[in-house]
């Protein structure tokens, strides 16, 4: 396999173990490895070693099987190389997953033996405004990628007549076609049909942050309410910009079609953008946090109070499950990002009728 292909691809796949292999640091500092805890304890000696040995172990992990993978695909046939890396993907998120089950199970454990949290008043801080503030940019920021998508749409159409009667559908990494359709209305628009499911999954994507589960913690709520403001806009523009790009990518595609455009760029140029994403996501981790605790503001008014203990909800501290709570979207509790109610009617018809949607389109202009 091509050296600089191998590069770039185990770099996105180097710095998604390193970012999994550090979660622990950007959790909120009132949650440790999926489990409720008060925030001054967060910088107690008996967690920080906890956190140091998960990240270790970690590294025991996605670096050695980093590098097995990359010297098992190198040289070796496409479909070989692409197989040991799904291969080497896949055992890397259950190992780490397997890893980090071990420090919850753990963290429970020596939770329930301190007996933390016990002796102090908790509450439940909820901000009649919080809607009202900008927490996400406004969906017209995706009139740009619908704007990309229309023009490839009439680009098509003014120059149907010069696209072949074989269109390239995939290439290997030394630019030479390994598979082709026939010219048809449903390949030759099957771009386009897509760019436009990828504009309107990103736009609700940004429409859930803003509408997802308020979570301010009641020991220091003015700093929590900034930081959680801070970390949606963050992500919300995030996930503009990636639509756009993404969009742009199939742009590239498509006027390969009808240009004599190389393919190195044509493969390349998604792969670039993709390790660029990649990489900003991390960036946005790490400066962020889960929730924005890691941006620096005001230190706020400190108060007794602390959040509710409501880990029966969450199982294996990954997955919020409470039939009472309407709540459809919250943030996870280890990872950076959202999850669903999965107790919640809502969340499952939203989640399937999603996945409906993506297959659906897919069936009808598969080529």
Not at 6 to 23: R, W
Not at 39 to 58: G, P
């Amino acid at each position: 396999m091509d050296f600089i292909f191998l590069l770039v691809t185990y770099s996105i796949y180097l710095i998604l173990g390193i970012l999994m292999g550090f979660m622990p640091y950007l959790t909120r500092k009132t949650e440790s490895f999926g489990v409720t805890i008060p925030e001054d304890t967060y910088y107690c000696q008996e967690l920080r070693n906890m956190r140091k040995k998960y990240s270790l172990q970690a590294a025991l992990i996605y670096v050695p099987l980093t590098i097995c993978s990359i010297i098992l695909s190198f040289n070796a046939a496409e479909e070989r190389a692409s197989l040991i890396y799904g291969i080497g993907l896949v055992l890397l998120i259950g190992l780490l997953f397997a890893l980090y089950l071990k420090y919850h199970f753990q963290m429970k454990k020596f939770k329930s033996q301190k007996k933390w949290g016990e002796e102090k008043p908790k509450a439940i801080i909820i901000d009649t405004g919080f809607r009202n503030k900008k927490l996400t940019y406004s969906n017209a920021w995706f009139i740009i990628p619908t704007i990309i998508m229309m023009a490839t749409l009439a680009v098509t159409l003014v120059y149907f007549d010069r696209i072949p009667e074989r269109i390239p559908l995939q290439y290997n990494f030394s630019g030479e076609v390994t598979r082709w359709a026939e010219k048809s209305p449903r390949s030759v628009f099957w771009i386009p049909v897509q760019q436009l499911m990828m504009i309107g999954l990103f736009a609700f994507i940004n429409y859930t942050i803003s509408r997802a589960k308020q979570q301010i913690d009641p020991s220091n709520p003015e700093k929590s309410l900034v930081q959680n403001q801070i970390f949606r806009l963050r992500w919300s523009a995030y996930i503009i910009a990636t639509g756009t790009f993404m969009v742009l990518i199939f742009t590239v595609v498509q006027l390969s079609f009808i240009f004599n455009i190389s393919p190195q760029i044509v493969w390349s140029v998604p792969m670039v953008i993709t390790a660029l994403l990649v990489i900003g996501a991390a960036a946005i981790s790490i400066t962020t946090g889960q929730g924005g605790s890691r941006v620096v503001v005001g230190d706020g008014t400190k108060r007794e109070e602390i959040d509710r203990d409501d880990d029966k909800y969450w199982k294996l501290g990954q997955f919020y499950f409470n039939p009472n709570d309407p709540t459809i979207f919250l943030e996870k509790r280890f990872g950076i990002g959202w999850t669903i109610n999965f107790a919640s009617i809502k969340a499952w018809l939203i989640l399937l009728g999603v996945i409906g949607l993506i297959i659906g389109i897919q069936f009808l202009f598969r080529v």
